[in-house]
């Protein structure tokens, strides 16, 4: 279960809320729809349903207590990453993955 989000974007395209101009370019090309239903997955989901769904692509980031899923599709720079406290997730955000080559 999803505790709290690390921003206001990821939040209230997770609760289904009216994005401003502003937050909706931010996101450019990712599928908010797409974005819904991975974070409403996540809401549901604990650790093993998540290693059991190999298309979400999750995974820990090295280096960091983080966790991530794939928000769109595996092509898609955009990720969804959290934390896990006490099996639930916590700063639940949207996060664009730059190409650095």
Known sequence: MIRSFADTTTEKLF???????KETN?????NPIKA???????NEADEKSLLLTPALHYHKLKGTSKYSIDADSRKSPWRITFQWENLEMKNVELVRIEDTH
């Open 15 to 21: 609760l289904g809320e009216q994005l401003s101009r």
């Open 26 to 30: 931010k996101l450019g090309t990712l």
């Open 36 to 42: 819904f239903e991975r974070l409403a997955i996540l």
